[in-house]
């Protein structure tokens, strides 16, 4: 068996909703009723994709397929949501067994029409099931009238936002540093350099995508010319060592030559 979800929890003045599957919250607010959750089904999809209206749906042959439900998945997606909350505003939870057969402009007037929340929920569920409802009926009516509420302003809109609890703590960028004197370590950075800053050997070519700016490069902490510099030195060595040894060569032969012109006297 599965079966959908939907909790609601304060947090000062703000609710904050959790959902899975299409049981829904709804926010009455000055005479006006509006949805704050998204139903996760395949015709609320179809709806949203202008595929078709939300009448339609009601007709719709698949209306009953749900996208998630707990007891059926090892894993489940909680959508969140958020209502910053006024003086009188009235929360509606319920499953598809009310607002599946009795529709949202009916539930609004049961609700404006009778200020009792306990008589308001027995006429909800007394409707659907006047209207022979294929699912189980549930309904949770609440309302906020807490003295540190502000009174609902004409620019308040009720609709789903989406609530963030904070993400994963963004880790510290690791810097990166020369090694010992005489080392060549290097390490993988991102880097993001501006455009006006980039020479001309630091232009990717259409050959190396992977040196596009912002992409992972591996840098080395002494930087290009630096090698350059040190290949150029260890050219220079290596000419100077040749010169030397050709020198050290022709005088060993020169020494030789004057031993062989030595005349031993008796």
Not at 13 to 33: E, N
Not at 206 to 232: F, I, M, Q
Request: glycine residues 10%.
């Amino acid at each position: 068996m599965g079966t959908t979800c939907t909790v609601a929890a304060l947090v000062d003045d703000t609710l904050v909703v959790a959902q899975i599957g299409d049981s829904r919250c709804y926010i009455l607010r000055d005479g006006k009723l509006a949805q704050v959750t998204k139903d996760q089904s395949l015709a609320w999809q179809l709806i949203e994709a202008g595929a078709m209206t939300a009448d339609e749906a009601k007709a719709f042959e698949h209306a009953n397929i749900i996208l998630q439900a707990l007891g059926v998945q090892e894993r489940v997606e909680v959508v969140l949501s958020q209502v910053q909350l006024r003086k009188g505003d009235v929360a509606l939870l319920c499953s598809d067994g009310l607002h599946g057969p009795v529709t949202d402009e009916e539930i609004l007037a049961v609700l404006i029409g009778e200020q009792d929340l306990q008589k308001a929920g027995e006429s909800l569920i007394g409707k659907a099931l006047d209207r022979d409802g294929p699912d189980n009926i549930t309904v949770v009516l609440a309302r906020f009238d807490g003295e540190g509420l502000t009174a609902p302003m004409p620019e308040d809109l009720v609709s789903f936002v989406g609530y963030d609890p904070g993400g994963d703590p963004i880790p510290e960028p690791v810097p990166v540093t020369a090694g010992s004197e005489g080392s060549f370590g290097a390490q993988t950075v991102e880097e993001r350099l501006p455009r006006d800053l980039l020479t001309a050997d630091d232009v990717p070519t259409r050959a190396d995508p992977d040196e596009l700016p912002g992409s992972k490069k591996t840098v080395a902490p002494y930087g290009g010319s630096w090698a350059r510099s040190l290949l150029t030195v260890f050219l220079l060595a290596l000419v100077f060592a040749a010169a030397g040894g050709i020198f050290v060569t022709k005088c060993e032969r020169s020494e030789s030559a004057r031993g062989d012109t030595r005349v031993t006297l008796p």
